[in-house]
């Protein structure tokens, strides 16, 4: 009779898997939230017909993509403050505008909640990791 194989060990310690699926929900929300920018003002609800030059809104976006898919912690710090200006442009159109537009909006206003949870806890638990490795380095450190 042979021993049943167990499931495979994690290849990650626990506050490793907070960071990277911190990180991967960070970046599928700013992507997600670029391409729905880009669609709504150009193909789903755009304010005129043949789309509007509001899909340049997409474009500030694109900054910080390179910064996240880079693992920067200054640039999660800044994304979680920026994403409030379409946090706010989701809600005044979520409120104002008719559907399907009004739909979109608060599609918009979902996806920076997520984006901004994402950033705020990816800081978080990178800093609790970076202090637990230094309460751990000067715990092993030799006394002189």
Avoid at 32 to 60: D, F, N, S, Y
Avoid at 66 to 83: C, D, E, Q
Avoid at 92 to 116: H, I, T, Y
């Amino acid at each position: 009779m042979t021993a049943s194989p167990t499931a495979p060990a994690s290849p990650l310690p626990p506050s490793d898997q907070g960071v990277a699926a911190t990180r991967w929900l960070a970046t599928g929300s700013l992507l997600a939230l670029i391409v729905l920018c880009l669609a709504w003002e150009l193909v789903l609800a755009p304010v005129r017909p043949g789309g509007t030059w509001l899909a340049i809104k997409a474009l500030p976006l694109c900054i910080p993509l390179a910064g996240i898919l880079k693992n920067r912690m200054y640039t999660y710090r800044w994304v979680s403050l920026v994403i409030w200006l379409y946090f706010t442009e989701g809600v005044v159109r979520g409120w104002s505008d008719k559907p399907p537009s009004q739909w979109l909006a608060w599609a918009e206003v979902a996806l920076c909640l997520v984006l901004f949870t994402a950033c705020t806890l990816h800081v978080r638990v990178r800093q609790r990791n970076a202090k637990a490795a230094a309460a751990e380095a000067s715990a092993s450190a030799p006394a002189p």
